[in-house]
């Protein structure tokens, strides 16, 4: 296996039962770091203490062209935030978790203290844990197969009960077809903003890479030659075309899309939408469904309150998301875990 695979390999056998209580927040993080991010960027920093962690948004690793405030970045942090606290429950922490506790530090999402040692994990929490080193981003089709209503509550349901969150299916064929194309025009758009084409360029690697971090080609669907020269075809081409054309396949073959909204735009909203992310994505990889994210009408502000009216909300969508039954695909790269800890 090639060394920026090395994180996927963590094992609960290695839990350091007899070590600190450092040395355990360090190997809780070895999950956290397996969440998704934009770009896959990993723009997080955990800062271990003796009795307590720091969730740190890593704005060095911000996507200042896609995501200029870094909403996305936060959204990340979110999901890593629920590896981390699924990961506790299931060694018996009952974790205590302070959202924003520095009114002067906006990058000091969370602090995570340790409530009880005894916590007795529930059928859920042992479910989620399970399946955090199997998640994936899957951007290939996939199979006709439907989600059925029970299937789809299980997921409702790992998406959290807050309800300043809410996940929201997209029924109506109308508002599919309409919502496929605010998502082509946003391909369009962001074909022609060579901004974002030489940021996105920044971070697709061929698929040999040994970067530890951002897209191999191969998440992409793309074979070794063809990924070999991706950077060049997304700095250089107009490719906005042939991917308007490939997400409407790919939506018409998704037997599921849905978005995930907060009924706030702040950045407490988006880390806890990043967590109720991580849940729902959690859930769906136990029960062997995919998912993948077409954001680009959240991503084009001239298409943000379009998509808004067409699905009739108040809330703000946050996150597309198409779900469907799909093979398993190969993980992306990971930093190691020294490279995101910074002890106290
Ligand atoms: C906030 C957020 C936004 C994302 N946006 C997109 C997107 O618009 N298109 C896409 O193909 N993938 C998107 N992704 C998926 C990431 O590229 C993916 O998580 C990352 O490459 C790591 O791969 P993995 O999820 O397979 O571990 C997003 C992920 C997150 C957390």
Same mark, same amino acid.
């Given at each position: ?57 890593? $704005? *060095?690793?911000? &996507? =200042? ?6 909403? /996305?970045?936060?959204? +990340? ?58 998640? $994936? *981003?899957?951007? &290939? =089709? ?6 059925? /209503?029970?299937?789809? +509550? ?75 020269? +991706? ?114």
């Amino acid at each position: 296996m090639r060394n920026n695979l090395n994180a996927w390999t963590v094992s609960e056998n290695h839990f350091p039962s007899f070590g600190s209580i450092k040395e355990k927040f360090k190997f809780f993080v070895r999950y956290a770091i397996l969440a998704p991010s934009g770009h896959n960027t990993q723009p997080w920093i955990f800062e271990v203490h003796e009795e307590s962690l720091n969730l740190y948004a890593d $704005r *060095t690793r911000a &996507l =200042p062209v896609i995501d200029p405030d870094d909403r /996305e970045l936060i959204i +990340s942090c979110g999901a890593a935030l629920t590896n981390l606290l699924v990961t506790m429950k299931y060694f018996g922490f009952e974790p205590e978790v302070t959202y924003f506790p520095e009114e002067t530090d906006n990058d000091l999402l969370a602090t995570v203290k340790v409530k009880t040692r005894d916590y007795q994990p529930s059928d859920d929490d042992k479910i989620f844990f399970k399946a955090i080193p199997n998640r $994936r *981003t899957n951007r &290939l =089709p996939y199979a006709e197969e439907i989600i059925d /209503e029970i299937t789809f +509550s299980k997921l409702n349901n790992a998406a959290g009960s807050d309800p300043e969150i809410r996940f929201l299916k997209i029924d109506s064929k109308e508002t599919r077809e309409e919502m496929t194309k605010l998502i082509e025009q946003g391909d369009r758009m962001q074909s022609q903003n060579k901004s974002f084409c030489r940021e996105l360029a920044q971070w697709v690697h061929p698929n040999r890479t040994s970067s530890k971090d951002g897209i191999p080609g191969y998440a992409f669907g793309m074979g070794d030659l063809i990924s070999f020269g +991706s950077p060049f075809f997304i700095g250089n081409l107009n490719w906005g075309d042939i991917q308007a054309g490939r997400d409407r396949n790919l939506i018409k073959g998704s037997p599921l899309l849905a978005v995930l909204e907060s009924k706030n735009n702040k950045p407490l909203d988006w880390l806890k939408t990043g967590m109720s992310l991580s849940g729902l994505l959690l859930r769906a990889s136990w029960e062997g469904i995919s998912a993948s994210y077409l954001n680009q009408p959240l991503e084009v502000p001239e298409l943000f309150d379009k998509l808004r009216e067409l699905i009739k909300t108040n809330y703000y969508p946050q996150m597309i998301i198409r779900l469907g039954y799909g093979k398993q695909v190969k993980a992306t790269p990971r930093r190691d875990v020294e490279d995101v800890i910074k002890l106290g």
